[in-house]
Structures are given as structure tokens and as C-alpha cells.
């Protein structure tokens, strides 16, 4: 009986966490819209990650930059490409950030406008003004959250206390 507690309360603690994370991802992605500057940039580039091989033993196998040009393995094999996007700030400032999502093809073109977000005390920590980019995270911790305090909420609720 302990230990039914234990668990569920455990996975209830996890998901108030988790809740707890995709709240403030929520408000930085809403500070984000609200307080950082929005200009148009163009996809100058990529830079392409490989996965390991798989080895036995080792399950964890991180992407490795390969290089930042173009490339016709584009949509084949454990390749990841992220776009290179150049913009100029209101300053006049030209900044190059490489996207935080990747993809295993080819999001955009090289030449494509895409909507860029900064701070205008640091450029270079712009992001694509995309759902993906603020919102997904969000949306996944929430999921995350729910299934969490569902099934916590679920093993502390079938308890039976009466045989305590």
C-alpha cells in the first residue's frame, strides 16, 4: 500500500512539473511575440547533422554537425538539416542564427523569407517566428503533464484505504 502512494504520488509530482514547464514555456513564447522585434530574414543556408552508427551497448546516439552547405542527401537517412537565416536588425546589424528545429529534409530553400523574432539586446539568440518553434514545446510538456497526473491521479484514486 506504501508503495502505491509512493508511485502515485511520484507521477503526480512529475506531472505538476511538467505542468509547471510548459507554463513558463508558454510565457516566454508569449514575451517572445509581444516584446521582441519581428523582421523578415533569408534562408542563407543549413547546417546538416549525422547520426551516429549504431553500435551495441550505446542506445544514445547524438546528431554530429557535418557540415553547413548544401548537400543531395537531403531526405535520405539519419540526416538533420537546420536552416541558417540572415537578418538585419533595426540597427542595422546583420545577424545569421541557425534555426533550433531540425528536420530530416529540407524545411526551407535557400532565398525563402521567413519571419524572424529578436531581442534587441541580443540578436543572436533570434528564433523563427513559427507554431513549431514557441508553441510545440509547450503543447509536449502539457501532454506530458497530463498523462503524468492522470495516471498518478488514477493509482492514488483506486486505493483502497479502508484496509489501512
Known amino acids: 500500500m506504501a508503495l502505491e502512494i509512493a508511485i502515485g504520488a511520484l507521477f503526480s509530482f512529475a506531472g505538476l512539473a511538467c505542468l509547471f514547464f510548459s507554463f513558463c514555456l508558454l510565457r516566454s513564447a508569449f514575451r517572445k511575440r509581444k516584446t521582441w522585434k519581428t523582421t523578415t530574414g533569408i534562408v542563407v543556408g543549413y547546417n546538416e547533422y549525422v547520426r551516429e552508427a549504431y553500435k551495441p551497448g550505446n542506445s ?16 535520405h537517412g539519419d540526416y538533420n538539416y537546420r536552416s541558417q537565416v540572415q537578418f538585419t536588425t533595426q540597427s542595422g546589424k546583420q545577424v545569421v542564427i541557425t534555426s533550433n528545429k531540425g528536420s530530416n529534409r529540407l524545411l526551407n530553400r535557400i532565398g525563402d523569407r521567413v519571419t524572424v523574432l529578436y531581442d534587441l539586446n541580443d540578436p543572436d539568440k533570434g528564433v523563427l517566428s513559427s507554431f513549431s ?10 501532454f506530458i503533464a497530463v498523462t503524468f497526473l492522470g495516471l498518478g491521479g488514477h493509482i492514488l484514486c483506486t486505493l483502497d484505504f479502508s484496509k489501512m
Open 133 to 142: 518553434n514557441l508553441y510545440m514545446p509547450v503543447f509536449l510538456f502539457a
Open 60 to 75: 544514445f546516439r547524438p546528431y554530429i554537425l557535418v557540415n553547413d552547405s548544401k548537400s543531395s542527401r537531403a531526405g
